[in-house]
């Protein structure tokens, strides 16, 4: 098993910036890849970034590309989500995933384990 935490949500104005983390417990961090999800209110999760369990492999979706950066740090087992120049249309609960593939990273299926989530709130 493996627990997943996730922190540092909140309510930021358009323009802004949070930085989200993911604190993993349990089996070996190292071995999974991260993935990041968000689900607005009326809508599906939706995949944001992932990275592989090497972190040579990082994804991110094309609404989120140039403005959001994924890292992880195997040695605190904490995967990050940087997320700057935040609009309106990132409000969402955010979630940490941990998946043992190592292909289809952008899909949920692919992974194991889940976070709480997190909510995300920008205001215009």
């Known amino acids: 098993q493996v627990q997943l935490v996730e922190s540092g949500g909140g309510l930021v104005q358009a323009g802004g910036s949070l930085r989200l983390s993911c604190a993993a417990s349990?089996?070996?961090?190292?071995?999974?890849?991260m993935g990041w999800f968000r689900q607005a209110p009326g809508k599906e999760r939706e995949f944001v970034t992932a990275i592989s369990w090497s972190g040579g492999l990082i994804y991110y979706a094309d609404s989120v590309k140039g403005r959001f950066t994924i890292s992880r740090d195997d040695a605190k087992n904490t995967v990050y989500l940087q997320m700057n120049s935040l609009k309106p249309e990132d409000t969402a609960v955010y979630y940490c995933?941990?998946?043992?593939?190592?292909?289809?990273?952008?899909?949920?299926?692919?992974?194991?384990?889940w976070g709480q989530g997190t909510q995300v709130t920008v205001s215009s």
């Open positions: 995933a941990a998946g043992a593939s190592t292909s289809r990273l952008r899909y949920a299926p692919s992974y194991n384990y």
């Open positions: 349990g089996r070996t961090f190292s071995n999974y890849a």
